[in-house]
Structure formats: structure tokens, C-alpha cells
């Protein structure tokens, strides 16, 4: 069939594991309109670079070392992927019919690592989710540390799909049990992810007023 209809584009989109987005397809939600032409021209050089699913400290670490840009940080903290259900309401994007019996789930806020470019939450594992499933997406999110290029050089550059808060940790702690992994992941961000959940009550007292 020559012609495609958009649901069938977007089906395919779901199976891509990898992206490679110019700065043109970014949506940019956390960018002010007027500031978006500003941050698409930091991150002018997109467009070989690989987003790979399910690797945000990686992504991001590499985009903050690769730019060699000031503007452009790299940040962990905790985000939470929300929809708008009315005027000022939100609910997790992801939530069940019962009770949640996970600490690691995507019903809550999770850890998590994006950039910042120009002051700007730029999160491309959350564009390139968008990207393929063609939501319009929320993400809240809550930072726990910013690092610049040359911190991230101090720490020794990028170590790979793995969160430096939580390398720090493990060091300090001596806990290098694979099984534990999750948990202290969880726990290193626990609280970026509960100031996310006390900021979202406040957002949402905030946006019923617009
Ligand atoms: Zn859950």
C-alpha cells in the first residue's frame, strides 16, 4: 500500500528503539515559545546522535560532555510522567486499577537524568517517547544536582547508562550488591521524587487559577 495512514506511522514509530532527532523535531514543552529558536540553535549538531530507549543518564551525560557548550548541563534528579485531565488537574499517565505494590514503578515520580540548555529542561528520552507513541506528554520534573561539562570530566567523564549520585553513593557505602540496584537507585532520588509529589499539589492549586 503506497500510502500510509498515521496510525500505521505511529504503530512503527513504537517499535524503534533508537532515534536520531534533529533539534527541529523537538517539541520542547519546558522551553518558553520565544526561547525555543535559542535552544534549537545550541543543539544545532543533532541529528547523528543516537537516542537510545531507556538511556537517560547515558543520553544526557554524553550530550553535556559532547557540546562543549556552557549553556548546555547535564541533570539527575527525579521526573514524573503526568497527564492534564481537566483545567489545573493532573494524574500520573500510568496508574492502575488497585493499589500500587511497586516502589519502582512509572505511576510515581522516578529517577531520572536530562539536560539543561540555555536554563531549560530538555529531557529527549521524554521527546522520543512522545516521538513514538505520539502522546502529548507532561513530565514533571525535579532536579537533585546539576553538572557541568567539566564536573562531569572530574567524575570521569561518562561511565556509562548509570547515575553518578547513585556511583557516589555505592562508593560511600561500600553496596555493590547487583540486587539492590533498584532499591538504592530509589532511594539516592527519594527526595527529588517527593518534593515532585508535594510540587505537583502545589502546581495543581496554581494552574486551577489560570
Ligand atoms: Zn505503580
Redo the contacts with the bound molecule.
Sequence with gaps: MAHKTKIQKLRQRQRIETWYPRASDLVLPDVPANERAEVRKILGWLGKFPVHAGTCWQTAQTVASFTQDRRVKYVEGASWNVKQIGAGKYLPL?Q?DGE?S?DV????PLPHAWSLVNGHVVDLLAEFYSWRFGSEYLYLHEPLKVYSAEDLLRVGGVPGNFSLLQKVWMEEHLDRDPENMAAICQHVFKEASESLIREAAVLKSQRKRI
Design positions: 500510568f492502575h500500587c511497586s514503578c512509572a505511576c510515581k
